[in-house]
């Protein structure tokens, strides 16, 4: 067998650790011990290389190079990437249970002074690859390159679908990431067809069922699946940027929408859409938003943006700048899914802000936990002390609608009142609502 081994048992370059891996395949003993494949990887340095420079970043490499190799002397290690090595260990079936080595590996490199070094960085990702049994000789290198594959796609994966900072290869990784190709392939053609329709849900006030705002939710008319929901594919659009191009064609469509309306002789309230952290970073933006506060009838108080608080983290100060234009212009901001993320009191002194929306979750356990009732009770206060309304989201009973009316919260959002529906529903909306008003004076259903 050759050796590519160097005197540390480096092996510098993919395509030597993957023939080393093969080799071994061909030449395992009997009784056959599990073959593994982990692959290491420190996501944060690229960015942390660019701050601090070559040194600093190879300094960690190192560091996590030498806590892995102490940790695993038999191992061999391959130095195959700037942020990444794979390490192949064999183990004895009887008793290796791989996510526990993984958690030992990673305890070795994150444990002591390592610790700190890498708290500069993202948290490494481990993913894994296991090989039972023989290797046929002519088979070997297919096998070696595959397991290699497997080991570093979990190792991607982990942020996602990990545990730990740990995954395991299963056939489900490959259909994961199959289907996550298929999805993003159809998302285009979708942004191409202009496939999204927008449904509206009202937000109410709790006391007379006046309807005083209305949220733009996206549904996608997927040719052959119906109308599919945020949940399956807002993630998707996110993580390949689609989300700026969808997110452009709900403002155009929200603003058009409100323009029809009015020339129908109907008066809408403001309609609030949902803008992703991307969105926001999107230089293009401001100019959507000003196209479409601009068409036919439309004006900038028909609009709010709702960002939520982790958009909030990530934003630049251009981002910053545009809000302040376009709140003095009479555009306003709602801070979505509020209690959920950072919370930061910081944001509601310093950032234009004019609505607060209490996370369906509180009001979930409204009627069950008093603390839920006295977490919406601060928020109120808050609210009042900063001159900001509070909007509680997810109201599905009566009983929840109550308490919010005495924790002092007067608008609310949910099921209870509407579920998004069509835009050709929501004149005759507004008038059901108020007829269910008059029938029985309190937010209840007729
Ligand atoms: P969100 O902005 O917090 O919207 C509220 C979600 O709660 C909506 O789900 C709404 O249908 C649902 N909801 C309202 N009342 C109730 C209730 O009483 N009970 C329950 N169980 N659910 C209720 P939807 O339409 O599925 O949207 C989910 C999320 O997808 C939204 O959460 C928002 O984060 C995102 N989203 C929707 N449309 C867009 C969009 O145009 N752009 C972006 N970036 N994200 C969007
Ligand atoms: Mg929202
Ligand atoms: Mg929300």
Known sequence: MTDFRSQDGLIVGGTHFIAFVAARLAALPSPFPDLVVFSLSLPGIAAFRQTYGNEAADEILQWTYRMARRFAPDAVLGELADDSFSILHEFDQAWVSVPDIAAELREAISGHDAGRRLALIAPPSIGAAVHHGPAS????????????????????????????????????????????????????????????????????????????????????????????????????????????????QVINVAMQQVDDWIGAGWAP??????????????????????GAIAL???????????????????????????????????????????????????????????????????????ASDRRDAALVKVIVGL????????????????????????????IGQGYLFSRPRPAQQIPALQLALRQRHQEKPSCQHP
Not at 184 to 210: G, I, K, M, T
Not at 322 to 334: F, I, N, P, Q
Not at 384 to 408: P, S
Request: glycine share 6%; hydrophobic share 45%.
């Open 137 to 248: 000789r002519g088979a070997a290198l297919e096998l070696a390159t595959e397991l290699h594959r497997r080991a570093k796609l979990a190792a991607q994966l982990v942020p996602v679908h990990g545990q730990d900072g740990f995954l395991l290869y299963s056939p489900a990784e490959d259909e994961r990431v199959r289907s996550s190709t298929v999805l993003s392939q159809s998302l285009r053609q979708a942004v191409a067809n202009h496939e999204f329709r927008l449904h509206y849900q009202p937000l109410v006030d709790l006391r007379n069922l006046e309807m005083v705002g209305l949220e733009a939710l996206v549904r996608w008319d997927q040719p052959g699946s119906g109308l599919r929901q945020p949940a399956s594919f807002i993630s998707e659009a996110e993580t390949t940027g689609l989300i700026v191009q969808i997110g452009a």
């Open 383 to 410: 609210g009042e002390a900063f001159g900001i309304d509070v909007i509680a989201e997810g109201i599905e009973e009566v009983a929840q609608a109550e308490i919010l009316l005495e924790c002092g919260c007067t």
């Open 269 to 290: 309230p403001r309609v609030a859409v949902n803008i992703s952290a991307i969105q926001l970073q999107d230089p293009d933006l401001r100019s959507v938003i000003f």
């Open 296 to 366: 036919g009838q439309v004006k900038p108080e028909n609009l709010e943006l709702e960002l939520t608080e982790r958009t909030l983290i990530t934003w630049s100060n251009a981002a910053r700048l545009l809000l302040d234009e376009l709140r003095e212009m009479g555009v306003t901001v709602a801070l979505d899914d509020f209690g959920t993320g950072y919370s930061s009191l910081q944001y509601l002194k310093e950032l234009p802000i004019s609505k607060l929306k209490i996370d369906a979750s509180f009001v979930r356990r409204i």
